[in-house]
């Protein structure tokens, strides 16, 4: 094949360079924008204690096992017998990171500190962690888990936060 | 347990070019390493029973690959299965072409994994990539990066074993140091400690060049059983054992974050599969490719793997021991560090370039000295949702 790009002209279509290669590229006329429809009905109780400022788990009245993220079933047990239970007020810092560089959707966040704690009842929880200094976090501080509103998105979601 | 399987062989392999490949889309990007396969291989598409193709896509525009690739290359209208595990996809793809020939159902199998990442940008790869972990639970509130999740490991196993941000950069030192003498790498440049320590952070304590970067690649590999491959070929290798394992999608959910689980379950399916020692495997083992999608992701492999104790990985990177001479090289093509990564061809990759190591066809600066005649593959899913561990042998 023949290549004379640089002699190409191509007017009237949606390409351009590769700014390194110097390849021509098609830019796609086509935009698809996505967003997701999850349901919630089996652990709808969770969203419902989330409005009202709580956390809670599923425990399996069988087994007991507890599940966080809440499940509607224990496929230990195949049984779908569940009662909930509410978070365990006090966690451990078992690690985190500084996000410096974000997915697009969260671009118009600050950096944010994005931790696993581990509470009672074998309870773990990734979430951000809330702090005014960033380098006062350390591995095996104290933390719990609080609901807080989601700015600019105004919603409610939850985030680990140091005890003092 | 499934008994009577065939043995399989790896008689052609195929590879392409790593790197931003935006000078060919995604077919012909598919068709460079599938035409050195079938041609390595000495055979024609008629030859071929099945193919098993991995892609994760997303980021490129073709939804159903599968067959798509199959036109393009002359594989119309040969039975074909896509399999998706995120960054292992490529392994998954050689254990299904891999089931296919040893259960009897094909005599000849081609796998093959693709990946086009630059026909989407930076921050939505990025994206995509984070949304692996768990969607739901994970990213839609918290947004995780896969660079994000790997620095909580790093943390915790700095943390607890007294490892250095220096020590994690030696490795990538050393898959740069290979990777400058792979003409198949995306990057071939040789770096220092210094270059990476004075790399941005991306996800505190990982640094740019902690971090294997977006990269378009295609690797192919043709499969047959031990009748027809002793017809094609006086050099097979075989396939001694491909054995995967899961872990939990919420990595919040795990026990730990020093080690990756279905690591240490896989190899040790393998290594008992494959006759080898767990406690001792670089003693059987000749060279080895592992997942460095992050720094930190190969020295927890060293230890899942049984090349060193728990917490003492990073001292077989601190001391050069997984450069050629030392106990056991690692990552001699440059690794996903320097070699690129493209997600789902990366499996296949991996054994595309121990297939060349065991037969010594890599270029001689790189080249492992082959005495045992046997080589592994580690390769991660997600932050560990799914792992596989290959041996491949030059005997049966
Ligand atoms: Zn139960």
Request: net charge positive; with cysteine; hydrophobic share 40%.
């Given at each position: 094949?023949?290549?004379?790009d640089?002699?190409?002209?191509?007017?009237?279509l949606?390409v351009?360079?590769?700014?390194?290669?110097?390849?021509?590229?098609?830019?796609?006329?086509?935009?698809?924008?996505?967003?997701?429809?999850?349901?919630?009905?089996?652990?709808?109780?969770?969203?419902?204690?989330?409005?009202?400022?709580?956390?809670?788990?599923?425990?399996?009245?069988?087994?007991?096992?507890?599940?966080f993220?809440?499940?509607?079933?224990?496929?230990?047990?195949?049984?779908?017998d569940?009662?909930?239970?509410?978070?365990?007020?006090?966690?451990?810092?078992?690690t985190?990171?500084?996000?410096?560089?974000k997915?697009?959707?969260?671009?118009?966040y600050?950096?944010?500190?994005?931790?696993?704690?581990r509470?009672?009842?074998?309870?773990?929880?990734?979430?951000?962690?809330?702090?005014?200094?960033?380098s006062?976090?350390?591995?095996?501080?104290?933390?719990?888990?609080?609901?807080?509103?989601r700015?600019?998105?105004?919603?409610y979601t939850?985030?680990?936060?140091p005890?003092? | 347990m499934?008994?009577?399987?065939?043995?399989?062989?790896?008689?052609?392999?195929?590879?392409?070019?790593?790197?931003?490949r935006?000078?060919?889309?995604?077919?012909?990007?598919g068709?460079?390493s599938?035409?050195?396969?079938?041609?390595?291989?000495?055979i024609?598409?008629?030859?071929?029973d099945?193919?098993?193709?991995?892609n994760?896509?997303?980021w490129?525009?073709e939804?159903?690959?599968?067959?798509?690739?199959?036109e393009?290359?002359?594989?119309?209208?040969?039975?074909?299965?896509?399999v998706?595990?995120?960054?292992?996809?490529?392994?998954?793809?050689?254990?299904?072409?891999?089931?296919?020939?040893?259960?009897?159902?094909?005599?000849?199998?081609?796998?093959?994994?693709?990946e086009?990442?630059?026909?989407s940008?930076?921050?939505?790869?990025?994206?995509?990539l984070?949304?692996?972990?768990?969607?739901?639970?994970?990213?839609?509130?918290?947004?995780?990066?896969?660079?994000?999740?790997?620095?909580?490991?790093?943390?915790?196993?700095?943390?607890?074993?007294?490892?250095?941000?220096?020590d994690?950069?030696?490795?990538?030192?050393k898959?740069h140091?290979?990777g400058?003498?792979n003409?198949?790498?995306?990057?071939r440049?040789?770096i220092?400690?210094?270059?990476?320590?004075?790399?941005?952070?991306?996800?505190?304590?990982?640094k740019?060049?902690d971090?294997?970067?977006?990269?378009d690649?295609?690797?192919?590999?043709?499969?047959?059983?031990?009748?027809?491959?002793?017809?094609?070929?006086?050099?097979?290798?075989?396939?001694?054992?491909?054995?995967?394992?899961t872990?939990?999608?919420n990595?919040?959910?795990?026990?730990?974050?020093?080690?990756?689980?279905?690591?240490?379950?896989?190899?040790?399916?393998?290594?008992?599969?494959?006759?080898?020692?767990?406690?001792?495997?670089?003693?059987?083992?000749?060279?080895?490719?592992?997942?460095?999608?992050f720094?930190?992701?190969?020295?927890?492999?060293?230890?899942d793997?049984?090349?060193?104790?728990?917490?003492?990985?990073f001292?077989?990177?601190?001391?050069?021991?997984?450069?050629?001479?030392?106990?056991?090289?690692?990552?001699?093509?440059g690794?996903?560090?320097?070699?690129?990564?493209?997600?789902?061809?990366?499996?296949?990759?991996?054994?595309?370039?121990?297939?060349?190591?065991?037969?010594?066809?890599?270029?001689?600066?790189?080249?492992?000295?082959?005495?045992?005649?046997?080589?592994l593959?580690?390769?991660?899913?997600?932050?560990?949702?799914?792992v596989?561990?290959?041996?491949?042998?030059?005997?049966?």
């Open positions: 094949m023949s290549n004379n640089e002699k190409s002209s191509y007017e009237g949606p351009s360079l590769d700014k390194k290669l110097g390849v021509p590229v098609w830019n796609d006329v086509r935009e698809l924008k996505l967003r997701y429809r999850m349901s919630l009905g089996k652990i709808k109780k969770f969203f419902s204690a989330l409005s009202e400022g709580k956390i809670m788990a599923t425990k399996c009245k069988h087994c007991g096992r507890i599940y993220p809440p499940q509607a079933d224990c496929p230990y047990c195949m049984r779908s569940m009662e909930w239970v509410d978070v365990p007020n006090e966690g451990v810092l078992e985190f990171t500084i996000v410096n560089i997915p697009t959707t969260f671009s118009h600050d950096d944010y500190v994005l931790a696993i704690a509470f009672g009842d074998g309870i773990k929880v990734l979430a951000w962690l809330r702090v005014d200094e960033k006062r976090v350390r591995i095996g501080m104290r933390v719990k888990l609080t609901v807080i509103k700015i600019p998105e105004g919603y939850f985030e680990l936060e005890i003092d | 499934v008994r009577n399987l065939r043995k399989v062989a790896i008689i052609g392999y195929g590879h392409s070019k790593f790197g931003k935006t000078d060919v889309n995604f077919f012909e990007l068709w460079e599938i035409k050195e396969a079938i041609n390595t291989a000495g024609s598409q008629e030859d071929i099945f193919v098993a193709l991995s994760f896509g997303l490129s525009s939804p159903s690959p599968a067959a798509s690739i199959l393009y290359a002359g594989l119309t209208p040969k039975e074909v299965i896509r998706e595990t995120a960054c292992s996809s490529g392994s998954a793809a050689v254990k299904t072409a891999y089931m296919a020939v040893a259960s009897g159902s094909a005599d000849i199998a081609l796998a093959i994994g693709i086009k990442m630059h026909e940008g930076t921050s939505d790869v990025v994206e995509l984070g949304r692996i972990g768990s969607y739901f639970w994970e990213f839609e509130n918290f947004g995780p990066t896969f660079v994000g999740y790997y620095a909580l490991y790093a943390n915790q196993y700095m943390h607890k074993y007294g490892a250095k941000e220096e994690l950069a030696k490795i990538a030192v898959n140091y290979y400058f003498y003409p198949k790498a995306q990057f440049k040789k220092t400690i210094e270059d990476v320590m004075s790399s941005p952070y991306i996800a505190w304590p990982l740019l060049y971090c294997s970067p977006i990269t690649g295609s690797a192919a590999l043709i499969l047959a059983s031990e009748e027809v491959a002793r017809k094609l070929t006086d050099s097979p290798v075989w396939i001694k054992a491909i054995e995967g394992a872990a939990t999608a990595l919040a959910k795990r026990d730990n974050y020093i080690s990756i689980p279905s690591a240490v379950i896989a190899a040790r399916k393998a290594y008992k599969k494959a006759g080898i020692d767990p406690e001792k495997p670089y003693k059987h083992i000749d060279v080895a490719e592992v997942h460095d999608c720094t930190i992701a190969e020295i927890m492999a060293y230890e793997l049984g090349f060193a104790k728990r917490g003492e990985g001292k077989l990177a601190r001391e050069e021991q997984t450069y050629i001479g030392g106990l056991i090289p690692v990552n001699l093509s690794g996903l560090k320097s070699k690129g990564h493209p997600i789902a061809a990366t499996g296949v990759s991996m054994m595309v370039e121990l297939t060349k190591q065991l037969l010594q066809k890599v270029e001689s600066a790189r080249q492992a000295p082959i005495n045992n005649g046997t080589a593959a580690h390769n991660v899913g997600g932050t560990g949702h799914y596989f561990v290959t041996i491949l042998s030059l005997s049966k």
